[in-house]
């Protein structure tokens, strides 16, 4: 990217909806004719309560599914491990996914699946488990947050991250594209990025920055431009700052429109931006939780303003317990009021024109251009990455933050003004896992495990090799009943490797 392109005026009036770049949408019509997907976040711990809850919902035509994994799985660990967590969804092997998509048809149903690190083996149940369904690979249709840069940039964890990584992400990608054509190889995540703290305008920049390097990736192992760009979407997270949450996704539209288009595709959608919204965990406050209904309507009002193309809002009691199945229904039923009784459908882009929401556009494309910039001039994101930068801004962000809260000069309602004095909902976050433990001693009594300790030495063997594709290696280890921990074992991304 050339220094004329850094200052470089983002004179955008004139664009329009359904043409690249795209700032008022995706496509000329947008809600109009297709609503945003309703995706609804479910924090039960068991299989058996989540399948439930999804089949409740898709009984009153919810047609996506947002599946939020526990801390035990995100480590790779199975349920059984003395570290493992009792709070949220666990997956051990093909048997819980069996169980958590009963009776749901996965070739009409999208899914959601947020999960990094150990994408590879809970794809392949998914997967695998699809097989067993009796449905076809490539009738399956969804986005795997398969992001592994995310853990690089921002968090900590206890996850060991070899180099093999970035050749799951390619395997998934291949895999992807030769078996499952409806379905988003990576979704790549500025979710965490700003809920640890960052402003929207370096979400939006380290996001893009992301998806930038995973181009280049992919197009160094041999992949074509058009086929690499429309597998990849974007996971945004949606805080209180309601009118530069719009600007972002308009802005980021924009941006991502002119990276692309550096590569010279051949299709004008290659340019165009898919994103998934979020509205934001960590604006929910936990005295007073019912205030938190307002909170996620704004902030989802946001998304629709902004032209997510699906959203999820998460129960107003998320964070203190396991949400009940009320609190699951009243979230799920606030984008539905948005979608069928405010008219925001009824238009393109509702904003277009609006002198306020055009400048903050035109603000948050510059300011976030010119940390994408900064990483280029570095030599890219694994680079910047190495020498802290991404990880520092950060966490400068996170702090001017706090202190503003601190002074007073950003309000917090429930924080440091209007403070209220009722007793906060009592957390209830632990849930009884025994039943879970029980499956995976039966699936291990059951299994044949010389076809087990096969597929997983094969799978083993290829990535130390760099050979073979490891996500179909995988689905084969899950159809014969290796767990979670065993696969990330053969890996080499267990925690306790």
């Known amino acids: 990217m050339s220094s004329e392109d850094r200052t470089q005026e983002f004179q955008h009036e004139n664009f329009v909806a ?18 945003w997907t309703i995706r609804e976040c479910v924090d039960f711990s068991t299989v058996e ?37 009792k709070s949220g969804l666990v997956i051990d092997s093909i048997e819980d996914m069996k169980i958590l998509f009963d009776q749901i048809p996965l070739d009409e149903i999208s899914i959601f699946m947020s999960i990094n690190g150990v994408v590879l083996p809970i794809l392949a149940f998914y997967i695998a488990a ?31 991250l070899p180099i093999a990584s970035m050749k799951i992400s390619i395997d998934i990608f291949d895999f992807t594209s030769e078996n499952m054509p409806k379905f988003s190889s990576s979704s790549i ?18 996001t893009l920055a992301k998806g930038l390097e995973y181009l280049r990736m992919g197009l160094n192992s041999g992949e074509d431009i058009d086929t690499l760009a429309l597998k990849l979407s974007f996971s945004w997270c949606i805080g209180m700052e309601h009118f530069k949450e719009i600007a972002k996704l308009r802005a980021g539209r924009m941006l991502w429109a ?17 994103s998934h919204c979020r509205t934001s965990k960590s604006s ?35 964070g203190i317990k396991l949400p009940s199945d009320i609190s699951h229904r009243k979230a799920n039923s606030t984008q539905i009021y948005i979608q069928e009784e405010t008219n925001i459908t ?35 994101l694994s680079k910047a990455i190495e020498l802290g930068i991404p990880k520092m801004r950060i966490e400068v962000a996170a702090a001017k933050k706090q202190a503003t809260i601190d002074s007073g000069e950003a309000i917090k309602v429930g924080v440091q003004k209007y403070q209220f004095k009722e007793k906060a909902v009592s957390a209830s976050l632990a849930a009884d896992n025994d039943a879970q433990i029980k499956r995976l001693k039966t699936l291990k009594s059951n299994r044949n495990q010389q076809l087990v300790d ?23 280890a899950a159809e014969h009943r290796a767990t979670l921990k065993e696969m990330c074992k053969a890996l080499g991304i267990a925690a306790d490797k």
Not at 49 to 71: C, P
Not at 291 to 314: D, K
């Open 284 to 318: 929910l406050m936990t005295r007073d939780p019912f205030n938190n209904f307002a909170r996620t309507t704004i902030e989802a009002m946001a998304a629709a303003f902004g032209g997510t193309q699906s959203l999820c809002s998460p129960a107003f009691d998320a």
């Open 130 to 160: 699809a097989k067993e369904q009796g449905v076809n690979v490539s009738q399956l249709s969804g986005t795997i947050q398969s992001d592994i840069l995310n853990e690089l940039t921002m968090q900590s964890t206890d996850l060991s």
């Open 18 to 35: 359904g043409i690249a770049p795209f700032l008022r949408g995706n496509n000329s019509t947008m809600y109009v004719s297709n609503p």
């Open 258 to 274: 002119k990276i692309v288009k550096q590569f010279n595709p051949k299709k004008q959608e290659s340019m165009a931006l898919r």
């Open 49 to 85: 309560e989540t399948n439930s809850f999804y089949r409740k919902n898709i009984a009153k035509g919810q047609k996506g599914l947002y599946v939020m994994l526990n801390t035990t799985t995100h480590h790779g660990f199975d349920s059984d491990a003395e570290e493992g967590s």
């Open 346 to 380: 009824k238009t393109v882009d509702p904003w277009a024109g609006s002198y306020y929401v055009e400048e903050l556009t035109e603000k948050m494309a510059k300011e976030a251009w010119k940390l994408i910039q900064e990483i280029e001039e570095l030599g890219g």
């Open 189 to 206: 995540s500025g979710y965490q990025i700003q809920e640890v703290g960052a402003t929207p305008e370096i979400e939006l920049a380290y």
């Open 454 to 476: 096969a597929a997983l030495l094969n799978l083993s063997t290829n990535a130390k090799s760099g050979t073979g594709n490891l996500l179909a290696l995988a689905v084969v």
